[in-house]
């Protein structure tokens, strides 16, 4: 009987301890216990290449003479035949081998150490002319909207921001001919170049890099001020779950947290699309071996480094798909947002589907459309039902909301200012935009030639792809190749291109309107 009464009062306090316990955990009165600090998890693909030191406390760890030899050198190995000493170079590959010089080698035999210490030393007079030539070109003090944001509250930049010539006004500039402008010199959109052309690649900005160091290039900086790209982390939002608005919860999806948020909202093949899409892959500039141009050697990149939270923070890289080097075009990495509703993807190849989008271009933005580097470097053949997986994310991936757009992709009336009516009017109208990007969706599918060599001495670009407007506020910089910072400096580029001659008031109506869509 003693023992029942001890084993009831142990039955008693246990429970009393769990309702204390429960209602601590759902806001009900319980005595006050501090919460430890949840610490952010480091970035998993980063944790994974970097071996943790280990005490040398065993004599097979240390070092001996034979190992800091310089026996393994190619130039110590010995002759297979006598023979060699009468062929020419003595049977030796004296010039460039590929496997072994690291891309960009200006010498046979040149080790990773010298090409890095070079590209270390030329960093900074790098940066400060691609920076001297922005600021020739663009007025780089930002000027941001009191009021309008992105979604998740960036301020928007307003501009225009490209310099004009001595003497020259927007409405001046518009009454010249293309040809008075060209031989005048005086247009203000050149192509905006990769700040190193000979080398290329992809090249992240610092406000990813500080995030994720792995993605940070030894040899080039980033050179778009963050005030003219987009929100970082760009908001997330499901074509699936509509009511659920931004689902990115103000974090960058990552191997780290990909499960913890998408479990509940994606199928499970979604689900594993999303896993492939945040697994690296090995790239042109981030890969293990000598040609590379991160610091250590690295696992690669994934989709979504590129394509944040399916959106983009203004990645660029060259186009993949022309030659030589110096006719390549800079590339800015376009949003994934709205993926399922298109019928053409890349600027340039005009690709079918999302699935061979997805599978191509391992093998073209990765490698900048060389299969040998790629083959090197580990390239990874992706099984068609995994691509599958990662295209049926991709199509998950939809625009922002536009609360005053109906169904048809018109304002509605009762919801818009007489200035973004007004814009609309001349998007559907004067303005010439409908014909390349007709709502709802404002895209053809279609590819278009600017012909902008009217207006400039520079090669022409040949068509690219015309892609959406639907959340164009949340994309700057704009253009294939970033050149128009703002959606002003964007308007006054198609005033100019498509000569439109359209007056301040309507310029100002037009952003009002993109900004709605």
Partial sequence: MK????????????????????????????????????KK????????????????????????????????KASRAAFSSDAFQRQPDQGQMLGFDFVRDPLNAMKPFQTFQEIYDADVAARPNL????????????????????EATMT?????????????????????????????????????YPELPHPKQATGGQVFPRMQILMFPRLERFDVDFDIPDAFLPEFPPAIFLQSRPELGDVSRGEVVSINNFYRLFKDLVTPVQLDGLRLLLTPLPQEEFNPTDDRKSAEPSLGVTCLDCHVNGHTTGQFHLNPDNRPQHRRLRLDTTSLRGMFNQQI????????????????????AYFNGDQIHAIKKGMAILDRVQVSHMAQMQNMFDFPPAPKLDQFGRLRPALATDS???????????????????????????????????????APVGPIKAFTLRGIKESPPYMHDGKCLTLEDTVEFFNLVLELKLAPEEK????????QL
Wanted: glycine share 6%; aromatic share 8%.
């Fill in 152 to 188: 998740r509250g960036k301020p928007l930049p307003v501009g225009p921001t490209a310099r004009l010539a001595d003497g020259l006004t927007w409405e001046k500039l518009a009454e010249m001919s293309p040809d008075e402008i060209r031989q005048k010199g005086v247009f203000p």
């Fill in 345 to 364: 993807h890349g600027s340039k190849r005009s690709l079918r589907s999302v699935e061979d989008f997805t599978e191509f271009e391992q093998r073209t």
């Fill in 3 to 38: 023992r029942s009464k001890g084993l009831g009062r142990l039955f008693v306090i246990t429970i009393v301890a769990a309702a204390v316990m429960y209602g601590s955990v759902v806001g009900q009165d319980a005595p006050t216990a501090k919460k430890p600090t949840a």
């Fill in 41 to 72: 998890p480091p970035d998993a693909i980063q944790q994974a290449q970097i071996p943790r030191e280990v005490p040398l406390d065993r004599p097979e760890q240390k070092k001996n003479k034979h190992d800091l030899s310089d026996a393994f």
């Fill in 420 to 458: 973004e009516l007004r814009g609309e009017q001349i998007f559907f109208g004067k303005g010439r935009c409908n014909d390349c990007h007709p709502a709802p969706f404002f895209l053809d599918n279609r590819m278009h030639d600017l012909k902008v060599e009217r207006f400039i001495a520079e």
């Fill in 127 to 146: 940066k400060a002319a691609q920076l001297a030539l922005l600021e020739s070109r663009y007025d780089l003090t930002p000027r941001l909207d009191p």
């Fill in 508 to 515: 100002a109506d037009l952003v009002q309107y993109l900004r």
